[in-house]
């Protein structure tokens, strides 16, 4: 059965960097997808990118220019890195592995979540 | 604003029938199949009970099921459990975005 597990500190000051870490259990990383989502009461639920063995990170438009998303399968984890945060960027973050349609062209659904860590953006 | 758009709330009692819509465009729920539904309870992670318009998981109820028709998904569950109360996302693919909808918090009368 595959585990999620969010880590990284709750409080980041506004203009610095945000620094998330998910550890994966019970599968094998480099044969899957693996995504950053974050939750906001007023935006609901929002796609960050997500990241493979395979290819090169996809982000999100609207937040490439501040994101780094990174994977090291040696420690069976990934990580996300959210640069000059404000605090419209407070919200529980997740992570999620992506699973890919039958063709292996699109991304599908997300089949598996971690349970999700709250982050504050405040001075 | 969500990208996707669904009711921020609907309610039945328990052993009725609701639908939950999700309307997109013809760049996103027009277009792919790649539409799922995740329901939340609070201060859980959301779960994926339907993939790809009308696909369940293993061990999701078959009182969930799905549906596409134009740019506008569906949600309908059947027979209304106090259980089923929690939060319902769509999401679909859009070429370079991942779209979710807004939400909408189902109340078991």
């Known amino acids: 059965q595959v585990q999620l597990q969010e880590s990284g500190p709750g409080l980041v000051r506004p203009s610095e960097t945000l620094s998330l870490t998910c550890t994966v259990s019970?599968?094998?990383?480099?044969?899957?997808?693996w995504s950053w989502i974050r939750q906001t009461p007023g935006k609901g639920l929002e796609w960050i990118g997500h990241i493979s063995n395979s290819e090169s990170p996809k982000y999100s438009p609207s937040l490439e220019s501040r994101i780094t998303i990174s994977l090291d399968t040696s420690k069976n984890q990934f990580s996300l890195k959210l640069r000059s945060v404000t605090a419209a960027d407070s919200a529980v973050y997740f992570c999620?592995?992506?699973?890919?349609?039958?063709?292996?062209?699109?991304?599908?659904?997300?089949?598996?979540w971690g349970q999700g860590t709250l982050v504050t953006v405040s001075s | 604003q969500s990208a996707l758009t669904q009711p921020p709330s609907v309610s039945g009692s328990p052993g009725q029938s609701i639908t939950i819509s999700c309307t997109g465009t013809?760049?996103?729920?027009?277009?792919?199949?790649?539409v799922s539904w995740y329901q939340q309870h609070p201060g859980k992670a959301p779960k994926v009970i339907i993939f790809?318009?009308?696909e369940r998981p293993s061990g999701v109820s078959n009182r969930f099921s799905g549906s596409k028709s134009g740019n506008t998904a569906s949600l309908t569950i059947s027979g209304l459990q106090a259980e089923d109360e929690a939060d319902y996302y769509c999401?679909?693919?859009?070429?370079?975005?991942?779209?979710f909808g807004g939400g909408t918090k189902l109340t078991v009368l």
């Open positions: 019970g599968t094998f990383m480099s044969t899957h997808y």
């Open positions: 999401y679909s693919f859009a070429g370079r975005r991942m779209l």
């Open positions: 790809d318009v009308s």
């Open positions: 999620a592995r992506l699973h890919y349609d039958s063709t292996g062209r699109f991304p599908d659904y997300f089949d598996s």
């Open positions: 013809r760049n996103d729920v027009g277009t792919y199949i790649l």
